[in-house]
């Protein structure tokens, strides 16, 4: 896929959606961030229907350092890893009252040496609570921008960087919400939708199959 592509790409799915944003719910940047820590191998479904129960009972750093272990898991027990999720979160909302007066950190450096918090989290909080024009690259971007061509890479990191890089100025913002939600729901692992989307003409791996059914 060349630039003049990707441009025709992005501005095709901020016609479709011009507001995109997570489907996780959340009110707070500690609520997000919480929610983007236990959503980890997890649906974002999931993960809704434990902090709906949850965060009306504890929504702060506090709130839940005061639920302890387990009460904590009484909430998340339904989401995968729960035990190891409620231990990473009780050590982050300890870190953030301790280092950062119970505030998320508008910083990279910061949110990684949180428990449970990796680089794709990161980027989602500075994405999405912070408007930074970076990139969080799950399985769905990995798995879409490799098979359109829109971005390849051997791993989720390579992939990041090429999108970075590629990503017309303009889209940067909300190209992350768009790729996953085009990867959640049209650019499928299995069974990819190609007749509900909107960019098959784009896509490399869409174009080669075409021409081997002409082959064939």
């Given at each position: 896929?060349?630039?003049?592509?990707?441009?025709?790409?992005?501005?095709?799915?901020?016609?479709?959606?011009?507001?995109?944003t997570t489907e996780l719910n959340y009110s707070t940047p500690f609520e997000l961030l919480i929610s983007v820590i236990l959503s980890a191998q997890a649906t974002d479904v999931g993960v809704?229907?434990?902090?709906?129960?949850?965060?009306?009972?504890?929504?702060?750093?506090?709130?839940?350092?005061?639920?302890?272990?387990?009460?904590?898991?009484?909430?998340?027990?339904?989401?995968?890893?729960?035990?190891?999720?409620?231990?990473?979160?009780?050590?982050?909302?300890?870190?953030?009252?301790?280092?950062?007066?119970?505030?998320?950190?508008?910083?990279?450096?910061?949110?990684?040496?949180?428990?449970?918090?990796?680089?794709?989290?990161?980027?989602?909080?500075?994405?999405?609570?912070?408007?930074?024009?970076?990139?969080?690259?799950?399985?769905?971007?990995?798995?879409?921008?490799?098979?359109?061509?829109?971005?390849?890479?051997?791993?989720?990191?390579?992939?990041?960087?090429?999108?970075m890089k590629v990503i017309p100025a303009e889209f940067k913002l909300d190209a992350h919400h768009w790729l996953i939600l085009h990867g959640r729901y049209v650019c499928t692992a299995r069974?990819?939708?190609?007749?509900?989307?909107?960019?098959?003409?784009?896509?490399?791996?869409?174009?080669?199959?075409?021409?081997?059914?002409?082959?064939?």
């Amino acid at each position: 896929m060349n630039q003049t592509q990707r441009q025709q790409f992005f501005s095709r799915l901020r016609d479709q959606n011009p507001a995109p944003t997570t489907e996780l719910n959340y009110s707070t940047p500690f609520e997000l961030l919480i929610s983007v820590i236990l959503s980890a191998q997890a649906t974002d479904v999931g993960v809704n229907k434990a902090t709906d129960k949850l965060y009306p009972v504890a929504n702060t750093p506090q709130a839940i350092l005061d639920l302890g272990v387990d009460g904590l898991k009484s909430y998340i027990k339904t989401i995968g890893l729960f035990n190891s999720k409620a231990e990473n979160v009780i050590k982050t909302c300890q870190l953030l009252i301790d280092k950062h007066n119970g505030e998320v950190p508008e910083d990279r450096e910061a949110l990684e040496a949180l428990p449970g918090v990796g680089r794709k989290t990161a980027n989602v909080i500075l994405n999405t609570v912070f408007k930074h024009p970076v990139m969080a690259v799950d399985t769905h971007i990995f798995r879409l921008s490799n098979r359109t061509g829109l971005a390849k890479g051997k791993n989720v990191r390579e992939v990041e960087d090429r999108l970075m890089k590629v990503i017309p100025a303009e889209f940067k913002l909300d190209a992350h919400h768009w790729l996953i939600l085009h990867g959640r729901y049209v650019c499928t692992a299995r069974k990819p939708h190609c007749d509900q989307c909107i960019v098959t003409d784009l896509c490399d791996e869409f174009r080669r199959n075409q021409r081997q059914r002409i082959t064939a």
